[in-house]
């Protein structure tokens, strides 16, 4: 199988926009499905990003995903950032139902 | 409304073996596959596995094959997990989450999780 890495965490100010990275290490990032979970402390993970760049009823559209295959990679962006938005974001692909999940990235809002 | 509600939290001594529960609800249990993943403290998540409720079928990680089992019980909605021959590294929150779509890989409704501790 392959890996997804993630930066380890990233910082920003309320109301900037951050873009959080997700590089698939073999195989094309287009071949499977990327989604994107928020994990805040003492909870369970709740899904923001679904096929890659489908928005789940509920998640607010400063919420938005992308995938890249020039750089084999997805992204989660965050704009108009909230410092309810600070957590831990995990992404997740598959093959051959198995699932990957990236590392993870922990967000402050400062 | 859907819901995955687990049991609760355990204590184990290694070796021993640990049986948490899923217990879903407010959709149709056969149509959608059940994931396992854990997070072990201060750590990120790791997949362990899943059942199709309707054939019973399971694929396992690679990780945790010959450890762990999982099975369910139709008429009460309710998938389980076991987890055999225990060690402190197994200490972890496990969560259900319920797959939808190709490969049933979104997980769109979590299990609140069940934390179990091993230690002696």
């Known amino acids: 199988n392959f890996i997804l890495t993630q930066p380890h965490s990233v910082s920003e100010s309320p109301g900037k926009t951050i873009t959080i990275s997700c590089t698939r290490s073999s195989g094309s990032v287009a071949d499977n499905s990327v989604q994107w979970y928020q994990q805040r402390p003492g909870s369970a993970p709740t899904i923001v990003i679904y096929?890659?760049?489908?928005?789940p009823s509920g998640v607010p559209d400063r919420f938005s995903g992308s995938i890249d295959s020039s750089s084999n990679s997805a992204s989660l962006t965050i704009s108009g950032l909230e410092t309810e938005d600070e957590a831990n974001y995990y992404c997740?692909?598959?093959?051959?139902?198995?699932?990957?999940f990236g590392g993870g990235t922990k967000l402050s809002v400062l | 409304q859907v819901q995955l509600e687990q049991s609760g939290a355990e204590v184990k001594k290694p070796g021993a073996s640990v049986k948490v529960s899923c217990k879903a609800s407010g959709y149709t249990f056969n149509d959608y596959y059940i994931q396992w993943v854990r997070q072990a403290p201060g750590q990120g998540l790791e997949w362990m596995g899943w059942?199709?409720?309707?054939?019973?079928?399971?694929k396992y990680a690679q990780n945790f094959q010959g450890r762990v089992t999982m099975t369910r019980d139709t008429p009460t909605s309710t998938v389980y997990m076991e987890l055999s021959r225990l060690k402190s590294d197994d200490t972890a929150m496990y969560y259900c989450?319920?797959?939808?779509?190709?490969?049933?890989?979104?997980?769109?409704?979590w299990g609140q999780g069940a934390l179990v501790t091993v230690s002696s």
């Open positions: 989450a319920r797959g939808r779509g190709v490969s049933y890989s979104i997980g769109d409704y």
């Open positions: 997740q692909s598959h093959d051959k139902s198995v699932w990957v």
């Open positions: 096929e890659d760049d489908q928005r």
């Open positions: 059942i199709n409720p309707n054939s019973g079928g399971t």
